[in-house]
């Protein structure tokens, strides 16, 4: 569907700011950005109501249609990485499987792949490492006003999934959960993203425990709640309405943007 309107702010200021006109005027507010990719690209897995609901849509649309060409993040020189990279919210998890895999050095720790994969698979940290593996230095934006460039090692998530046998034809979204209970999903567009990958290396060291050991996710073009520590398992799924709330991670749950984009 394409919008009669020449700009997102007309489209707002001749239609009546109520529940139901805000519902209604998501798919034309899509159609401004969408030109020809997949409406499910550009709008949030649950869409609030009101001004917020709107403001969801068109950031969310815009980011993805500058970004259309998927370009990477930047990335920086050695000389800029941070001294020593902060570690916030969850540094340990009480887990008592977890700390016993803590205690062995991870040995015996594994990645289930499932969900709307063609060969569910658990991937151990070792399997992880000897697929190809990307290097990037790159800014954490913490959405509580902070930053610090890292130099994060891992494989690119696509390449896990394609090692799981592909995605089916039906899939959307990746949902992760993480040893201390998080959850956060992130769509295809995001996924496929060369810099979306699982770090277990941080400023070529193993990663620490604090920064979420043995991997992490980092989703550079998203803010700093969207990369999730301590993975536990990955879920390839048709829909997000069966995960907490159902608007599509933990933080959304709680009140925060699904789409954090930088």
Same mark, same amino acid.
């Given at each position: 569907?394409?919008?009669?309107? $020449?700009?997102?702010? %007309?489209?707002?200021?001749?239609?009546?700011?109520?529940?139901?006109?805000?519902?209604?005027?998501?798919?034309?507010?899509?159609?401004?950005?969408?030109?020809g =990719?997949?409406?499910?690209? #550009?709008?949030?897995?649950?869409?609030?109501?009101?001004?917020?609901?709107?403001?969801?849509?068109?950031?969310?649309?815009?980011?993805?249609? @500058?970004?259309?060409?998927?370009?990477?993040?930047?990335?920086?020189?050695?000389? !800029?990485? &941070?001294?020593? #990279?902060?570690?916030?919210?969850?540094? !340990?998890?009480? !887990?008592?499987?977890?700390?016993?895999?803590?205690?062995r050095? #991870?040995?015996?720790?594994?990645?289930?792949?499932?969900? @709307?994969?063609?060969?569910?698979?658990?991937?151990?940290?070792?399997?992880?490492?000897?697929?190809?593996?990307?290097?990037?230095?790159?800014?954490?934006? =913490?959405?509580?006003?902070?930053?610090?460039?890292?130099?994060?090692?891992?494989?690119?998530? +696509?390449q +896990?999934?394609?090692?799981?046998?592909?995605?089916?034809?039906? &899939?959307?979204?990746?949902?992760?959960?993480?040893?201390?209970?998080?959850?956060?999903?992130?769509?295809?567009?995001?996924?496929?993203?060369?810099?979306?990958?699982? &770090?277990?290396?941080?400023?070529? %060291?193993?990663?620490?425990?604090?920064?979420?050991?043995?991997?992490?996710?980092?989703?550079e073009?998203? =803010?700093?709640?969207?990369?999730?520590?301590?993975?536990?398992?990955?879920?390839?799924?048709?829909?997000?309405? $069966?995960?907490?709330?159902?608007t599509?991670?933990?933080?959304?749950?709680?009140?925060?943007?699904?789409?954090?984009?930088?």
């Amino acid at each position: 569907m394409k919008a009669s309107f $020449s700009n997102p702010i %007309q489209f707002i200021q001749q239609h009546q700011i109520s529940r139901r006109n805000m519902l209604s005027s998501i798919p034309a507010l899509v159609g401004l950005f969408s030109s020809g =990719c997949s409406r499910d690209t #550009f709008i949030p897995p649950t869409i609030r109501t009101g001004l917020i609901g709107v403001a969801d849509v068109l950031t969310m649309s815009a980011n993805r249609f @500058l970004l259309s060409d998927q370009p990477l993040a930047r990335e920086y020189e050695l000389s !800029d990485i &941070a001294p020593e #990279f902060p570690t916030w919210g969850q540094t !340990d998890p009480q !887990d008592e499987e977890y700390q016993q895999l803590r205690s062995r050095g #991870f040995r015996g720790w594994s990645l289930p792949v499932k969900g @709307l994969v063609r060969r569910p698979t658990d991937f151990t940290l070792e399997q992880l490492k000897q697929m190809p593996a990307r290097t990037q230095i790159t800014a954490h934006v =913490c959405e509580q006003g902070w930053s610090a460039i890292g130099q994060w090692t891992g494989v690119p998530l +696509v390449q +896990v999934l394609n090692a799981a046998g592909g995605i089916k034809p039906t &899939a959307r979204y990746v949902m992760l959960d993480t040893v201390d209970g998080w959850y956060e999903g992130i769509d295809l567009f995001e996924v496929m993203h060369p810099q979306t990958i699982l &770090a277990y290396n941080l400023n070529g %060291q193993a990663l620490p425990i604090g920064n979420g050991a043995p991997l992490r996710l980092r989703v550079e073009r998203q =803010c700093g709640y969207k990369n999730l520590k301590f993975l536990k398992s990955i879920q390839v799924v048709d829909s997000m309405a $069966s995960f907490g709330r159902g608007t599509g991670g933990i933080n959304s749950d709680w009140g925060f943007h699904w789409f954090g984009g930088v």
